[in-house]
């Protein structure tokens, strides 16, 4: 072989490996949400100055390197594991003011590094029992079609746990 074939050879690969750096970076880049779901959360003090209980909190944080803007907070619940893979929710909740007090804060450009607080009030007449671990909640942005969720776990049991409570 000539030269000029190990510096093709040589050049071929070079150009190889930069195609796929730059295939790992397009991938790699743009917002990357990350959603945190917390069923049962208390308010104490604030605007009113009555407690709530109840209160399900959504955090999303964007650890990537774009913005993008959050369109509104949803609740989903899938009967299957079929059904969640599908996207085919059961049933749909939106909550198009997701605050416990104040003006809209939705639409929302979540930058890169930065979070955002949702809440939801309970609806004991819409749903029964969001801890029975049949629920999704989580965020919908314009980045993409399908939502970030995150599941809300089933209420584990505490009976008994504060027995020993009362002698102290």
Not at 18 to 33: T, Y
Not at 87 to 97: Q, Y
Not at 100 to 114: H, Q, R
């Amino acid at each position: 072989m000539e030269a000029a074939s190990w510096i093709a050879i040589y050049a071929a690969i070079v150009a190889t490996g930069a195609f796929a750096l730059e295939v790992r970076r397009w991938f790699e880049s743009g917002p990357k949400i990350y959603v945190n779901a917390s069923p049962g959360m208390i308010i104490l003090g604030g605007e009113n100055s009555d407690d709530e209980s109840g209160i399900l909190l959504v955090t999303a944080y964007n650890r990537g390197d774009r913005n993008t803007t959050i369109t509104h907070m949803i609740v989903f619940r899938y009967d299957n594991i079929v059904s969640r893979i599908k996207c085919k929710p059961v049933e749909n909740f939106i909550i198009p003011h997701p605050q416990v007090s104040g003006p809209p804060i939705i639409p929302y450009e979540l930058k890169a590094g930065a979070q955002w607080l949702g809440a939801a009030r309970p609806r004991p007449d819409l749903i029964k029992d969001i801890e029975n671990g049949e629920y999704w909640a989580g965020v919908q942005t314009t980045n993409r079609a399908r939502p970030y969720l995150k599941h809300i776990p089933k209420r584990k049991s505490i009976d008994g746990a504060l027995k020993g409570a009362k002698n102290i």
